[in-house]
């Protein structure tokens, strides 16, 4: 059995900042890419940023220059920094950590009011 613990979510100003979180535990031997989606209400989710365990990272298009994802292998963490938010950045933030199988988080609500 595999958890993911996310935290760092929050009601913040536009122009402001969040630091997300992921956990994972339990029985993994190996983790491949770590990553971050979101889901806006009404909106399918969507791909923020991935990172695989070599470092090599992806990013949305409308992500790139304000967010940084980053991981530490050891503690089998994966974060999110997010700069510079706007509203339309407002969603529910998910964690995937990917092993043999896909892994989620229960998600975490980031809300930007304008």
């Known amino acids: 059995q595999v958890q993911l613990v996310e935290s760092g979510g929050g009601l913040v100003q536009a122009g402001g900042s969040l630091r997300l979180s992921c956990v994972a535990s339990g029985n993994i031997f190996s983790i491949y890419n770590m990553g971050w989606y979101r889901q806006a209400p009404g909106k399918q989710r969507e791909l923020v940023a991935n990172?695989?365990?070599?470092?090599?990272?992806n990013y949305a298009d409308s992500v790139k220059g304000r967010f940084t994802i980053s991981r530490d292998n050891a503690k089998k963490t994966v974060y999110l920094q997010m700069n510079s938010l706007k509203p339309e950045d407002t969603a529910v933030y998910y964690c995937?950590?990917?092993?043999?199988?896909?892994?989620w988080g229960q998600g975490t609500q980031v809300t930007v009011s304008s």
């Open positions: 995937n950590v990917k092993t043999l199988n896909d892994y």
């Open positions: 990172i695989t365990r070599g470092g090599i990272t």
